[in-house]
C-alpha cells in the first residue's frame, strides 16, 4: 500500500503511523455532553467502503495526513493534509 | 536417459552431486530433476499421508513429488523442488519424509490401511480416554505426518531485501513476456521483466517451435541481445514474482546463491518489493493431470515436463512412452521425442474425432483407466468402451489441457471466470488494478496468440503511462486453435489422485460430498486439497471439477477458484533478511557507553536504548551489592548517571504556553523564566499518557522532557494536538533529544560536584534552570531530581558527553561519590515514590496516582472530559500506596494483595505489587502497589502473594513516599 | 581546567567496496529553523535565503538549506545571526552524517531506503527511512548521496549500510 | 451417527458407503422462537448452547455464505485462558474449560491439544508485568509457572539466546494453553446444533432488522422473511454493517489480521511460542505446518488481505528470535476481519432494542473465545440476564469508563 503525502510524493505504508478515524478531528468542546465525548473516541461508522481516517508521516515530514479511501478495495481516492499548507 | 544432441545443458561442463549417499554426474545447466532422471533414478519421494513411492511429475516449481533436504556445510533445507534445484558440482541432496529410507519406508502401511485413513478420518476418532491425544494419538500423527526436516540450528545464511521501481513490471518471460518488454523497453519506459526461471524463454525453450522461420530459442536469444543493449530494461532471471500487493506493490524472490557453492556475503536469496506503475502477467500457463487409477505412479508425468526434459536438458524418464492427453498440446511432445529416437508406444486421447498420429497408434475415444509399478510404471491399461487392454511402458506423459498461471490475479481477492471454451479458469480484467494478463496466462495458448497478446499488453499499458508505441510487425509463429474436451477423472473403484502432495483423491472429494460438505470451501478444508507446498497449482481446478460431478452441480454453481499469496513458497529468511540477531531493531548508544563498559557494567535494554546496569566495584559479587552501594553513595555523597535518553521537545512559540496549558492537566503558561513545573500528560480517553518536566528557558521557549518510552510517542501527540486542534498558534515543536547528553548529578554533595564542574556555584533554587558554560562549553542545568536528594541535570552538546561524563565521575569519586546505573536509580525513586511507566502503565487515572488536583479546574485539557467518566474514579479502583514487609522477606513485582484471612481468589485480589526494591536505607523491602481505595488504607496491614513464586508476606500500607516526605532534602 | 574533548559520532575510517566509498563525514553546523504558522515567506527574507520546498536543498553563500519535514529546513552551514519568526534549534549534535559514493551507491541504497532513486540529481532531499531509522537523505548527485540519520544509531547505520555494500560487492564479483 | 473408532474401522470396511451428512440442509421456514445471525464459531456455539443448555430448538442460524466462512477458519488457532483483568480472567477460564470437554460433548474431535503456551519477556519490566498476570491467572484457579531464561531454554532450546535483539530474560508458561483444529470447532458445533434440531441455513444473508415499537420482530433475508422475537447478531468482521441495520453504532473499527503457515515439517516446534518485544506468535500445526501470526496491519479495512510491511515485520521478528524456521517456506498467508473495540475486550450484551442481542467486538482473541461466547451468548438470549462470567462485557462501558484494557493502550481501536 502506497500514500501520495502531499509534501513527500508517493510512499510505501511502513513510513506510516495510522491512528484512527477522522471523527478524531472532531473534538467535542469541554462542555459537551457525555454522549458527545463517548461518540467522539469510541464510536464508528466503520464503513465497508469509502472512508476517511488519520495517517502520520513518521518517517517522514511529520505532517498529519486525513486519507479518504476505500476500505474494501484498499483505493486511495485522496490525502490531504490535517492542518493543510500542502505543497 | 540423456539424448546426445538434445538440450541446452553444457556437456563440457560435467558436475557431480549425491542423492540419498550415492554420487551421480551430471551437467552444467541441468537441474537435480533432469540429472536424477538421466541417472536412471525413478522414485524421489515419498508421498505426504499413504507414504506411496513418487517420481517427477513436472518440470516447474509447481512440482508436488520430488521434494527434497538439500545439504549446505552448515545446514539443510528442507522441501527444496529438485525441479528447480539447479545443479552444481558438490550438490548434495536427500529424500525425506521416510523411514528408514526412500527405497524402504515402513510407513508405506499407510497405503495398505487406506481405508481407514479416508478425508476427515481423525474427527470421527481418538477422542477416548481423552488423555490419550496429547499422549498417544496426537504425538504418532505429528510424527508420521510434516515432510522435511528443519535441522533446529540457527540458519546462518545470508539474506537480503531490497526495492526497486519501474515503469512496468512484465512478469514471466515467455513469449507473451518477452514481446511485452521488448515493445514496452523500445518505447522508453523504464522495464523490470522477470522470470522464475535460470534462463529465459518460457515455453519456447521446452517446445521445439519456430518464429519468424527460426528455431524458437534463436529468436529468444535475438531478443536477449537487443534487450541487454537497452539500459531501461531490467532482466531478472531466478526471479518469482511471488505477491501482488496494493498501489503497484508486488513481492519477488530471486535465488541469487542457490545454485552455486556459498560465497561469502553472496546472499542466497533476495526478496525485492518492486513497485511499478503498470503490470503485465505473462505467467503462462500449467498442465494439469487426468485422475485415474494409481496415476500417481512414478513415470507418469505431465506431457509438457516431457518436452522440457528433452529439449531443456537432453534427457527422457524412459524408453517406451506413451501419452495421455484430450488437447493437442500432447502432439508436440509425441514428435519431439519421436524424432529424438524415443518410442511413442501410443497416444491416448479421449476425443472421438482425434487425428492420427504419423509414427505411433492413436487410441481415439480412449482412456487410461489405470498404471501398474508400484516402484516405477511398468504398463497401462486402456480402455475404451467396454473393453480394456494392457500396454507395457514405462512412461507415461499426461495432459489434461491447461490451466492459465492467473494466481496473482487473486492476490487483491480478484475472482477468476469459468470458460466453458477452454475448460479452465480465466482471469478477470482489472482484478488486480494497472495490472493486464497476457498470452497464456489468459487462456491464449498458441504462440502467436502470445506474442500478439504480450505486443498488445504493452501497447496498452504505454498508452496508460502516456506514451504512444509504434506499431512493429509481429514476429511469425504457430497460431494452432486449442480444442479440448474436459476430462477430470477415469471412473474407478480404487485411488485416483488428485492432490499428489497431500494424498488426496477423488474418493476423499466424493466422501466430502457425501458428508454434506459441497461447498468448494468446505471441500478443501476437509480433504485438505490445495493446501500441501504446490498450493493447489496442479489440482484446484480438477478437484472442483469432480465436486462438481459428485453434486450434480456444473463447475461454475460449485464455485471458483482462489490463491493466496504467495505465488510460490518463500522462506521466512528472505522476507525477514535483516531482521536476524541485532538487526531486528536499531541500537541507540549513549555518548556515556564506552565509559560504562569501560567500568565494566552491565549493560540493558531500555527501549532501543542500553543503559548501565550497575557499576561493580572489586569484591561485588552481586548485583545487589553493587545497587545497594550505589544508592547509599548517591544518599551520602553524590552519584552521575546518564539520562539522555529522556525525550527533550523544545518548544518555542507566542503561544507555547497556552499550547503546555492544553496538552497538559496542570498549567505552565504562568511558570516563570527560568523554572522548571512537574507536569502530567492525559490520553483523551483520561488515563495518563506520560509524566515528565517542563522548563521555561525564555519567554517563548520552553524544554519538554519525556519518560523513555514515550518520547516518540508524545512528539506524535502534540503534533497531533497541534495540526488537528491549533494548527494556526504560533507555536513549534522539535525534538532534540539526540542533540544532547544530560547527566544527573544527586546527593547531598550533588551542588559541590556542580560546583566544582562549573568553576562556579549553580545558584538555582529547586526546580530552577539556566544556561551555564561548562569548561568551555555552552550547556544548560536544570534543578530537578527523581532521587529525592538535591540533584541537578546538566546537558552539553552530544558530542562533548563522553568526555563530561567522565570528568563528572572523575570528580564524583574525589568526594566519595561515583557513577550508578538503573538499579540504583529504580530503588531511589521507590523510596521516594516517583513513579515510572511500571505504575502508569496505560490502565492508570490522575486519581489512581493521587494526581487529581493537578488536572486544573479552571482550564479544557486533552483527556479530562473523559477522566470524568463514572468508571474512572471512586473507592473500588486501585489507588498507588507504598508497602513495607512486616519481615524481613523479599517481595516481588507482579505479586497480588489480599486482606488477611480471604481466600487466594481472583474475586478477592485487592490489588498487585508494580515496583519492589530493597532500600539499603531503611533496611527493607519496598514496594509501589496498587490497592483498592488504597489511599483510605494507610496503616492496614496487607498479605501480599506471590503464587508464581511462592512468596507470602504481610505488608504494612503507606504512603508512597519512604524517603523524606516532605521534600526538605530536595529544598535544602 | 581542561576543556572537554568533542567526539565524533563513530570515528570510523572510510569503507571502500565495489568502487563505492562510504565515509563518516565531520560535524557540521545544523541548525532547524521551523517557521510560525504563516511566517514562511517573512523567514525567507530574513534569512536572505528561499524556504525550500518539500524535497529541495537551497544553496546560497556557501549554506544549505535543506527541506526536513513538514514546515522545517535544516540549515547546514552558519546558524542565523538575526532573530527569526520560527523555532530555531541547533541540531549539530542530533544527526549522524554519512556518505555514500560510487557507481553502487544506488543499489547500495535499494537495500536500504524504499524510495524510487532513478532519476535523482543534484538538489533533491527526501525524509524517509533508512530501515527502520529515520533518514534524510540528500542528493550530491546521481551516484552521491549523504544520509543523516540519529546520532545515537550511528553505529548501526553504518552496520546496515555496509552490510548492503557488501552484498552489492559480492554479486559483482560474479560478473566481474 | 455417532463418531468413534470404531465407526471408522467399520466404515472403512464397507467402504466408507455409510457417512452421513453432518448436518441437514433445511429450508428456512417463516418464523422461529430465536435467530441467530451468523454461522461462525460464535454463533454457531450460540445455537448449540442455546439448544442443550436452554431447551430452545426452534432456532435457526442465518448465515450468509458456508458455515464457519469467517475467522473460525482463518486464525492461528491459539486457545489460551491467560488474561488478567477481572472480566477477562472469569470469562476465559470458563471457556478453557469448556474446551477441555469438547470432544466428549460435541463427539467430534476439535483436536483440542494442550501443548502449552510461553509467553517470552525480555526486560525487568516485562516480567513484572506478566508476573501480575500468572498470579492472576493461578488466583483464577488457571496455570501459569514463571520460568526464567534457563527454564525457557529447556523448553526452547533452538531459541536464540545469544544474539538476538532483545534478550530473553524468561517465560510465562500456561501448560494448559495450546491449540485446535480450527475448522473442526465450526463443524463440531454445527454438526451438534444440527443433532438437537436447529436449522443451519447456507447462504442466506440478513438484509434487513425489523422493529417494531422498540422490539426486533424477525429479519429480511435474500431468502425471505424470517419472524422471530429475538435475534442475536453473532457476525465478528461484519458487526458495524449488521448492527446498522438496526439503526445501532458501534465502539467497533475493523482491521486486518494476518496470519502465516508454512509448508509441512517435521516436528520442531512443540509449544505456542509468544515473543515480547514484536508481533510474533508461532505454533506447529499437527500436519507439520508452522503457523504464525503477528499484529494488525493497522489501518481500518475489510479486505481479508494484507500488506507487506507486516509480512515483514513478523518474519524480522521470527528471525531474531528462532532463526531456525528461515528455511522454512511460507505457503500461503491470509488475512481475517478483526472487530477491533477501543479498549481490547468484546461485547455480549443487550442492545437498545428489546430482543435484539449483540456478541462481538473479539479483537483478535476470538477463537479461544468460541465456546464461553456461545455458552453466555446463549444464557443471554435465553434469559435476558448476563451470565456472571460475561457481565463486564457490556456496551455502554466505554460511555461509563469501566474498561477492560490489558494492553493498557487505550481508547485506540487498532492497539489492542
Known sequence: MRLTCPFCGPRDRREFHYYGAADYLNRPGPEAAASAWDDYLHNRDNPAGVTQDLWYHEQGCAAWLKVTRNTVTHEILAVDAVAGGAA | MRIDSKGRIDRSRPLTFVFDGTSYAGFKGDTLASALMANNVRVVGRSFKYHRPRGILTAGSEEPNALVEVLGPSNQTPNTRATMQELFEGLVARSQNRWPSLGLDLLEVNDLAAPFLSAGFYYKTFMWPRRLWEGLYEPLIRRAAGLGRLSGKHDEGTYEKAWAHCDLLVIGAGPAGLMAALTAARAGVDVILCDESSEPGGRLLSDEGAIDGLPAADWVAGVLAEMASLPNLRLMTRTTVTGAYDDGTFGALERVGLHRRPRPNLPRECFWRIVAKRSILAAGALERAIAFENNDRPGVMMASALSTYLNRYGVVPGKRIALFANTDSARNTARSLMAAGVEVAAIIDPREDAAEEPGTTVHRGAVVARARGRMGLREITIRKGASETRLSVDCLGVSGGWNPTLHLTCHMNGRPRWSADLAAFVPNDGAIPGMLVAGAANGSFSTHGCLAAGAEAARASLAALGMAAPMAALPQAEDAPYAIAPLWQVPTKKRAWLDFANDVTTKDVALSAQEGFTSVEHMKRYTTQGMAPDQGKNSNVAALAVLADATGRGIPETGTTTFRPPFAPVSIAAMGAGGRGAGFAPQRFLTSDRASRDRHAPMIEAGLWYRPSYFPKPGETTWRESCDREVMMVRSSVGVTDVSTLGKIDIQGPDAGRFLDFVYTNTFSTLPVGRVRYGLMLREDGHVLDDGTCARLGETHWLMTTTTAAAGLVMRHLDFVHQAFCADWQVRFTSVTEGWAQFAVAGPRARDLITSALGRAPGLPFMGCSDVTVQGIAGRLFRISFSGEEGYEIAVPTRYGEALFRDLIARAETMGGGPYGMEALNVLRIEKGFITHAEIHGRTTACDIGMEKMVSAKKDCIGKAAAARPGMTGPEREQLVGLKPLTDSPITAGAHLFAQGAELTRENSAGYVTSVGYSPLLKSHLALAFLKNGRARHGETIRLVDRLRDIDVLCSVTGPVFHDPEGEKLRA | ?176 | MRYSGLKVFTEGLLGNRGWKPVWRDPAPKASYDAVIIGGGGHGLATAYYLAKNHGLTNIAVLEKGYLGSGNIGRNTTIVRANYFLPGNSEFYSHSMKLWEGLEADLNYNVMHSQRGLINLFHSDGQRDAFARRGNAMINQGDDAILLDRDGVRELLPYLDFDNTRFPIYGGLLHPRGGTARHDAVAWGYARAADRRGVDLIQNCEVTGIDIANGRVTGVQTTRGAIRAAKVGMVVAGRSSQVAAMAGLRLPIESHILQAFVTEGLKPVIDHVISFGMGHFYISQSDKGGLVFGGDLDFYASYAARGNLPMVEHVMEAGMTLMPMIGRARVLRSWGGIMDMTPDGSPIIDKTPIDGLFIDAGWNYGGFKAVPASGFCMAHLMATGTSHPVAARFKLNRFATGHILDEEGTGSQHNLH
Not at chain 3, 532513478?118 to 550530491?140: D, K, S, W, Y
Request: aromatic share 6%; glycine share 6%; net charge neutral.
Open chain 3, 1 to 176: 581546567m581542561p576543556d572537554l574533548i568533542a567526539k565524533p559520532a563513530l570515528g570510523h575510517a572510510p569503507l571502500t567496496l565495489a568502487g563505492t566509498t562510504l565515509t563518516e563525514e565531520p560535524q557540521a553546523r545544523i541548525t532547524a529553523i521551523a517557521p510560525f504558522p504563516g511566517q514562511t515567506d517573512a523567514v525567507a527574507r530574513a534569512l536572505g535565503m528561499a524556504f525550500p520546498a518539500p524535497g529541495q536543498v537551497v544553496e546560497s553563500g556557501g549554506r544549505s538549506l535543506v527541506w526536513a519535514g513538514r514546515d522545517i529546513a535544516f540549515l547546514i552551514g552558519d546558524a542565523p545571526t538575526v532573530a527569526l519568526a520560527a523555532s530555531v534549534t541547533d541540531q549539530s549534535d542530533a544527526w549522524v552524517t554519512l556518505a555514500l559514493r560510487g557507481p553502487q551507491a544506488v543499489a547500495a541504497l535499494a537495500r536500504l531506503v524504499s524510495l524510487d532513486l532513478r532519476r535523482v540529481q543534484a538538489g533533491q532531499c527526501f525524509r524517509t527511512g533508512l530501515n527502520h531509522m529515520p533518514l534524510v537523505l540528500i542528493v550530491e548527485d546521481a551516484d552521491r548521496f549523504r544520509l543523516m540519520t540519529f546520532r545515537s544509531m550511528a553505529q548501526t547505520a553504518w552496520h546496515e549500510v555496509q552490510d548492503a555494500l557488501e552484498k552489492v560487492a559480492a554479486r559483482a564479483a560474479l560478473t566481474a
